[in-house]
C-alpha cells in the first residue's frame, strides 16, 4: 500500500494520500487549498490516479482543498451526509463503504466536534478528523460541536475498535505523527474520565480562542459545490425536460453513482451504470455504440454528472446532457426512482 502523511505547517493539518499501489487508484483525505499544487506533483511522481478526496468535516482553520482537486482532476469529492456544504459529489451515511481500486473506507459517523463529522476505517487504521486528535480530542465550542456527542462518538464508536488500531488525525500541535486506540485509552487525558458530565465539563471549560481563519474558512468550505448556474451551462438541463428526452429514440441514459448509492434509493428506469471514476475508459472503449447517440447523465446531485459532459466534450461526443441538480432535484419535483 501507498501511504502517505503530509503536514501543513500553518494549519497544523494532515493530509492523507491513499492509494493500493503504484499506477492505481488513489484517494486524499483532508486536503488544504495551498497545498493542492504538492498534491498533484506527489500524485504524478507516485503514478496515481486521484478518484475521491475526503474532508472529515467543515474545517475552521483551513480552507478545504477538495473543490480545487475536483476542478484539476475530476475527483469524486466526498463526505458525510450531515454536511451543510452546498454539495459535494457525494454523501456517505453512517457505515457506508467507500472504495478505490484495492482498498476501502468505511464511513463512522462521529459528531461532537462538529455536528456533521465523520470519521473514516481502513483496515488496519482510523482517520478521526478532529474527533479523536492524539492525547487530545476535539473542541466542541463552536459549529454546532457537542461534548455530548463527542464523548459517545469517542467512547462507544472509536474506543469500540481493536486496541491496535492505528489512528490518523486531522491536526497535531506537538508533532505526533499515529497513535492507536489502547495508547489513546490509556494515556489520553481527556478520556481519564469516569462519567460523560466529567468529560463535558472538561469540554465547556477549555477557554481557547477561536481559530484566526475562522470567519474566512468555514464561510468559504461551505461553497465547495458547483452550483447550479454552473451546472447549467455545461449541458445541464432540469427535470421535467430530462424527464421528456427518456422517452426519445437513440438516447442513452448512465447513473454515474456507485452501487451503494444506487442500493440506498433506487435508480431511474432503463439507465445503465458507469460510476464516475470509469466514465473516461467507458467513453473512449464505446465509440463506435455511443457516437451517433444522445448521452443522458445523471449522479446524486449534478456534480459528477456536469464533470461527465465536460468529459465527454474532450472525446468529441456532441450530444450530451445532465440532470441539474441530479436525484436530489429529480425525487423533490415529484419524479419516481425504481430499485
Ligand atoms: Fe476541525
Redesign the pocket.
Known amino acids: 500500500m501507498l501511504f502517505r502523511q503530509l503536514f501543513d505547517k500553518t494549519s497544523c493539518t494532515y493530509t492523507y494520500i491513499i492509494a493500493s499501489a503504484k499506477g492505481r487508484e488513489a484517494l486524499i483525505i483532508d486536503p488544504v487549498l495551498e497545498n493542492v499544487e504538492r498534491y498533484i506533483l506527489l500524485l504524478k511522481e507516485l503514478d496515481l490516479k486521484l478518484v475521491k478526496v475526503i474532508d472529515t468535516?467543515i474545517?475552521?482553520?483551513h480552507i478545504s482543498g477538495i473543490a480545487e482537486l475536483r476542478d484539476r482532476t475530476n475527483c469524486v469529492t466526498i463526505m458525510g451526509d450531515k454536511t451543510p456544504t452546498d454539495v459535494v459529489s457525494m454523501q456517505v451515511s453512517d457505515q457506508e463503504l467507500i472504495k478505490i481500486d484495492g482498498l476501502e473506507f468505511r464511513s463512522l459517523f462521529t459528531p461532537g466536534?462538529?455536528s456533521e463529522s465523520f470519521s473514516f476505517l481502513m483496515s488496519d487504521r482510523v482517520f478521526t478528523?478532529?474527533t479523536l486528535l492524539i492525547r487530545g480530542t476535539?473542541r466542541t465550542d463552536f459549529q454546532n460541536g457537542n461534548p455530548r456527542d463527542s464523548y459517545n462518538s469517542i467512547f462507544n464508536k472509536l474506543l469500540k475498535l481493536p486496541d491496535e488500531t492505528l489512528i490518523y488525525p486531522?491536526?497535531d500541535y506537538k508533532g505526533d505523527t499515529v497513535s492507536t486506540i489502547l495508547e489513546e485509552r490509556k494515556f489520553n487525558p481527556r478520556l481519564q474520565v469516569k462519567s460523560v458530565s466529567e468529560y463535558i465539563q472538561i469540554m465547556n471549560n477549555l477557554n481557547l480562542p477561536d481559530p484566526k481563519l475562522m470567519d474566512v474558512a468555514v464561510p468559504r468550505n461551505l461553497k465547495l459545490g458547483i452550483d447550479f448556474d454552473k451546472q447549467k451551462v455545461n449541458c445541464g438541463i432540469d427535470p421535467s425536460k430530462f424527464n421528456n428526452f427518456l422517452f426519445e429514440q437513440d438516447v442513452i441514459l448512465i447513473d454515474l453513482r456507485e452501487q451503494s448509492e444506487i442500493d440506498k434509493i433506487g435508480r431511474i428506469k432503463n439507465s445503465i451504470k458507469v460510476s464516475f471514476p470509469k466514465i473516461s475508459d467507458y467513453l473512449n472503449k464505446n465509440k463506435d455504440e455511443l457516437r451517433n447517440k444522445k448521452i443522458l447523465f445523471y449522479c446524486a446531485i449534478g456534480q459528477r454528472s456536469t464533470l461527465a459532459v465536460q468529459i465527454s466534450k474532450s472525446y468529441q461526443y456532441n450530444k450530451c446532457l445532465h440532470l441539474i441538480g441530479g436525484l436530489k432535484n429529480w425525487e423533490q419535483v415529484g419524479y419516481k426512482l425504481v430499485k
Open positions: 468535516h474545517h475552521a482553520d466536534h462538529t478528523g478532529d476535539g486531522a491536526h
